[in-house]
């Protein structure tokens, strides 16, 4: 085993996180320490891209923010991340889903995965 990849596993806490993919709509739970103040933010918008790989897993959020588009990346073993909530599963054929940010309207939204039940 490479010695990079057990010091990487024996360092970090196993997160409960939510088997999400891009396209997915999602609430992220982030932690924000003003001064000596702590509160929990929601960042709520579409997965993107989910990139990286053990440790190092990052995944890009974007929200439309008074018609502007705001993308955050969160990494997914940091401990400021507290919860990932699915609110809709995304139908989308890519991995990647950078067209959505030259879209605007009706054209950048994600359509609804369809359960059977």
């Known amino acids: 085993m490479d010695i990079i990849n057990y010091i990487h596993d024996n360092l970090t806490a ?6 999400f993919r891009p396209g997915d709509n999602v609430e992220v739970y982030y932690k ?3 001064g000596a103040k702590e509160r ?3 960042f709520k918008g579409d997965v993107l891209q989910i990139k990286g ?6 995944f890009t959020v974007r929200k439309l923010s008074n018609g ?5 990346i969160f990494p997914i ?3 400021n991340v507290t919860d990932v909530k699915i609110l809709k599963r995304g139908k989308v054929r890519r991995a990647k889903l950078y067209y959505l940010r030259e879209l605007v309207g009706k054209k950048a939204k994600i359509k609804e ?3 059977k039940k």
């Open 14 to 19: 196993k997160k409960d996180l939510p088997d």
């Open 68 to 72: 502007v588009g705001v993308e955050r």
């Open 40 to 42: 929990i933010q929601i």
């Open 77 to 79: 073993s940091s401990p």
């Open 53 to 58: 790989h053990g440790v190092l897993k990052t």
């Open 32 to 34: 924000i320490i003003e």
């Open 113 to 115: 995965k369809k359960y």
